[in-house]
């Protein structure tokens, strides 16, 4: 035996969005079971498919005096369901994907994990280091190769930069690095 459909006084949406709480309490006793329904149809949970019902009459109930209803109440009601449980399967389908990608080796691999502190510790001695090594270069072999390595210039560009040949910068890179090497090691 299928329930009879509720049928409401014609003035209940009226008498709703003045504040009225016996038309609010009438509307969610008529609509609550069969909307939790139809919501579970959707999300095939029933904590999920309540939740979301009360999340509608929660919306219907703060936003009862701007509410635009243009077919009936019923069928706002309805369609209000719908529409976040949809949103909710949306939902659920990204973070499934996601969680899909996020398994895969590949994608673990771009996420490199956080430093060590030791890792931190050493880079930060290299860095000291190198930027001693840089400054007892000659200006000119220190400037080629920051010109080289941080700015990423080619030898042609570090060459029309700096005025000089194309030989000339590979001859200031080869000095610049054996003089790095040696205060390095």
């Given at each position: 035996?299928?329930?009879?459909?509720?049928?409401?006084?014609?003035?209940?949406?009226?008498?709703?969005?003045?504040?009225?709480?016996?038309?609010?309490?009438?509307?969610?006793?008529?609509?609550?079971?069969?909307?939790?329904?139809?919501?579970?149809?959707?999300?095939?949970?029933?904590?999920?498919?309540?939740?979301?019902v009360q999340?509608?009459?929660?919306?219907?109930?703060?936003?009862?005096?701007?509410?635009?209803?243009?077919?009936?109440?019923?069928?706002?009601?309805?369609?209000?369901?719908?529409?976040?449980?949809?949103?909710?399967?949306?939902?659920?389908?990204?973070?499934?994907?996601?969680?899909?990608?996020?398994?895969?080796?590949?994608?673990?691999?771009?996420?490199?994990?956080?430093?060590?502190?030791?890792?931190?510790?050493?880079?930060?001695?290299?860095?000291?280091?190198?930027?001693?090594?840089?400054?007892?270069?000659?200006?000119r072999q220190?400037?080629?190769?920051?010109?080289?390595?941080?700015?990423?210039?080619?030898?042609?560009?570090?060459?029309?930069?700096?005025?000089?040949?194309?030989?000339?910068?590979?001859?200031?890179?080869?000095?610049?690095?054996?003089?790095?090497?040696?205060?390095?090691?």
């Open positions: 035996m299928t329930p009879r459909p509720v049928v409401l006084p014609p003035d209940t949406l009226a008498r709703l969005q003045r504040g009225d709480d016996a038309a609010f309490e009438r509307v969610f006793r008529a609509y609550y079971a069969p909307l939790g329904a139809f919501a579970f149809r959707f999300l095939h949970d029933a904590a999920m498919a309540e939740d979301v999340d509608v009459f929660a919306v219907l109930w703060s936003a009862r005096q701007t509410l635009v209803v243009k077919t009936s109440l019923r069928g706002y009601l309805y369609a209000a369901v719908r529409n976040r449980a949809l949103n909710i399967r949306k939902h659920d389908a990204v973070v499934e994907a996601w969680e899909v990608d996020e398994s895969d080796d590949d994608a673990c691999a771009l996420h490199v994990p956080p430093s060590q502190p030791d890792a931190i510790l050493d880079a930060k001695l290299l860095n000291r280091e190198l930027s001693e090594a840089f400054a007892a270069l000659p200006e220190a400037e080629v190769m920051r010109l080289r390595w941080r700015d990423e210039l080619s030898y042609a560009e570090i060459a029309e930069a700096m005025g000089i040949s194309v030989k000339g910068v590979e001859k200031h890179l080869a000095r610049g690095l054996a003089a790095l090497r040696s205060r390095m090691i």
